[in-house]
């Protein structure tokens, strides 16, 4: 079936978006979205080269610039967030089958120096759930948090819907049940190391940025935005040698302008070669930006997350709602 969808649509390029695998408890992540283990991401991998053949940047790049044609169904496995698995786990397993991969990485966070506040969240939940909460840090969480809720499950879940901007509240609660951040980063190691991202460059990875510190594009202002990703772009130009200048959208690139798209891929000084969304199989007005199938929303096999994504595009192209259009 997977195989009449890829020709009936014409989407011959997949582009899988990953964060983690693990077969471990991830505190920091459990909280935000489901973790495929060893076993079912080797099962992924199995099903996906089955029916598509890996490709690398280049091909890539050169596909979307129009000088090479991609003519088979082809796969380039992405990777977001520069979390340590990568180097650990999914490296080692993607090298045994010649698998190129692209990871996108938060240079406020490489080398354990910061974390993620969306990770500090689940880990604060984590806590709260688990440990035992006095009163008067009960009192005193509630009333940090802007609905004052009354029970924990309601704080669990007001701590994990903190945005970016009000993320400062995050490390006052912290401070409430003496959770400390540093503690966990200099313990867990959760993230890459600029080392160790030398060491997958060399495996043949390609590294791209994601941002500065993971902002949600649509909650920030339109010079943030261009602060976020040039900055970034520039940190890992000058740390890492890349052939091009990747970017991945933290979050969604929903709402992101027309104009936004129009500087970083203006003709003159362009600031971004290829850049990537995660709003699944879509078509977009601009050729250089490419939407990838996030697969970590559920445990559903491989096989019905592809073929759910192929119909909802087919769909989609009957309503003629399958090229996003921005303003
Ligand atoms: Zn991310």
């Known amino acids: 079936m997977l195989k009449s969808l890829i020709h009936i649509s014409g989407k011959r390029v997949l582009l899988p978006l990953y964060h983690v695998v693990s077969d471990s408890d991830l505190k920091h992540i459990k909280n935000l979205y489901t973790v495929r283990t060893t076993k ?97 840090q009960f009192n005193d969480i509630s009333s940090k948090l802007i609905n004052n809720p009354n029970s924990i499950n309601v704080i669990c879940e007001t701590i994990l819907n903190i ?13 409430v049940i003496n959770l400390d951040f540093d503690e966990f980063l200099e313990t867990k190691q959760p993230y890459l190391t600029s080392l160790q991202i030398d060491s997958l460059i060399k495996q043949g990875f390609s590294v791209g940025a994601h941002s500065i510190d993971h902002p949600e594009y649509f909650n920030i202002t339109y010079d943030e935005q261009i602060k ?22 933290p979050f969604t690139d929903n709402c992101v302008s027309k104009q936004f798209f129009e500087t970083i891929y203006s003709s003159e000084n362009p600031i971004v070669d290829l850049s990537f969304g995660c709003a699944g199989i879509k078509d977009e007005l601009f050729t250089k930006h490419l939407q990838r199938i996030p697969i970590e929303e559920s445990h559903q096999s491989i096989r019905k997350i592809l073929i759910k994504e192929y119909l909802a595009y087919l769909g989609k192209i009957l309503i003629g709602k399958n090229v996003i259009r921005r303003r």
Do not use: C
Not at 47 to 73: A, Y
Not at 163 to 175: F, Q, W
């Open 163 to 175: 945005d970016y901007k009000n993320k400062s509240v995050i490390d006052e609660i912290a401070k």
């Open 40 to 136: 079912q991401f080797i099962r992924d991998l199995d099903f996906i080269l089955k029916h598509f053949e890996p490709v690398n940047i280049d091909s890539l790049m050169g596909s979307v610039n129009n000088r090479t044609k991609i003519k088979r169904n082809s796969v380039l496995f992405t990777f977001d967030d520069g979390l340590r698995e990568v180097h650990d786990i999914i490296a080692p397993i993607l090298k045994q089958k010649g698998i190129p991969v692209a990871i996108f990485v938060n240079t406020d966070f490489i080398d354990n120096k910061n974390l993620f506040y969306r990770y500090k969240a689940s880990l604060m939940v984590e806590e709260i759930k688990t440990k035992e909460i006095s009163k008067s």
């Open 228 to 249: 976020q990703t040039t900055e970034s772009l520039q940190w890992i130009k000058n740390n890492f040698k890349q052939k091009y200048n990747l970017f991945a959208f």
